[in-house]
């Protein structure tokens, strides 16, 4: 009941003194007591209004009949039915106060509400869910962060479409661990190693359940199977001056392994052409760089690296694809060919043409000529003289 409910009920009936027993006092008793009766009655007039009112949350399975009651009206009510504040189209039966939805999909879900004929008085509100229930989930368990802890993912298969939650056990040796949700991943959560090298296995049972009931699997590994490093980092590849088939390749281990000098890894580098859809490999034990020799020249090249413990565990995946070119020597500045013919114009002339007039004879030229074909003739007259 309300604040305002429980203060409407607190009367106050005067006390009367012993004297005053006039009619007047005896009038002011009866009207105060009328008067809280009346109030009693808004007020839960009031409060069952506001129940109806406020929709309830009804789960049904998925191609199912349902049934779905008017509030607490009695049979032969005539009502009428809303859903989501329209008339209710899908294939139904109406009995008084009760409606019936035949093999309901999720297209039936929605608010419905039902109102009293004939004055139109809403009785009742009801949401409707239509959902299956839960199948068994899928476990993963991997670690990381070996030797500090591991984690384990769990999910569905296939949707419930109505709201579901998941009970997590983890035992190890006859006792269970303290499990820790994942802050982002809802379907996530994190455990610490109760101990290093141990023999004994870890059992994990996580329970799936919601309205329309529950289901549960198992999943059981060993230590050493679920460690699984993150890839390695920050990788990079830099081509080597003067070497065309060479390309130098760094990375660094992955930041979630704490403790790298305890607990090694190993690594596994991959590259190719990319004119080529064949890797090369190479496995390298505490290391976290390489020389690649064999590099075609002038090709690009497309390098990845992942990561695995000296001695249990698996190879983590790849890491991001970084792409590198082998050095290549840069070619001697080349003459352009307008250079070039303007070079030979200024050193070779060009041939005439036919028709283009001939250039004319100097006047010394002329009088050499005259001079040496009047030479002999004037040698012969010389001679006759004398």
Known sequence: MSYLGTKLLTCHFPLMASQATTQDAIMANLVTSLCCVVLAAVVVAYAQRRIQLVARNQYERMGSDVTMQCGSLESGTSVSWKVNGTDVQAKHQLEGPVLILNQVDLSHNGLYSCFQNPHGERRDTIYLHVGVPPREPLITCRSNTYPKGFYCNWHLQHSTYIPTSFEVDIQHNQRSLAVEKDAVHKNRCHVRFPEVFSSYPYVVNVTVINALGKAFNTYVFEESNIVKPDPPERVTATPIRFNPRRLEVSWQSPATWPEIDSFPLKY???????????????????????????????????????????????????????????????????????EVDFLTETKTSPIPSSKAPQKAESPVGRAAGVITFYSPLLLGVTLLLM
């Open 268 to 338: 596994f580098l991959r590259y190719r052409p990319l004119i080529r859809e064949q890797w090369q490999h190479v496995e390298l034990t505490d290391s976290t760089s390489h020389t690649i020799t064999d590099a075609y020249a002038g090709k690009e090249y497309i390098i990845q690296v992942a990561a695995k413990d000296t001695e249990i565990g698996t190879w983590s995946d790849w890491s991001v694809a970084v792409h590198a070119t082998p050095w290549i020597e840069e070619p001697l500045p080349n003459t352009s060919t307008t």
